[in-house]
C-alpha cells in the first residue's frame, strides 16, 4: 500500500512524475520484495526509500547488526566520520 513514506527509515518518497531532477536519488520509491523468496506478489511487497532498498540489497541481518554494533561502538554519525575523541583525558 501507498503511504508516501518509507516504512523502514520514515522518510518521504516519490515516484513518476512527482519525481524532481533536484531530489536526492535516495528518497525515489522503489518496490521491495519483503520476502525475495516469494517474488512480487500481493502482500510481500512495500514501497520503500532507495536508499533503504540499496542498505538491504543483500546484507544478512548479521552483517547488518555488525554495522550496528561497529557504529555504535565508534559512535559513528551519519557522514561516517568518527566522534570518539583520541584525547588521553576522556
Not at 2 to 28: E, F, N, Q
Request: hydrophobic fraction near 35%; charged fraction near 30%.
Amino acid at each position: 500500500m501507498w503511504t508516501g513514506r518509507c516504512p523502514i527509515l520514515g522518510c518521504a518518497i516519490v515516484y513518476g512524475h512527482r519525481m524532481s531532477k533536484d531530489l536526492p536519488d535516495r528518497y525515489k520509491a522503489e518496490l521491495d520484495r519483503i520476502d525475495p523468496a516469494k517474488g512480487y506478489t500481493i502482500g510481500n511487497v512495500a514501497w520503500v526509500s532507495s536508499r533503504a532498498n540499496r542498505v538491504k540489497l543483500d546484507a544478512t541481518e548479521e552483517e547488518l547488526e555488525l554495522i550496528l554494533k561497529y557504529m555504535r561502538q565508534h559512535k559513528l554519525n551519519t557522514k561516517g566520520e568518527d566522534n570518539v575523541s583520541n584525547d588521553a583525558t576522556n
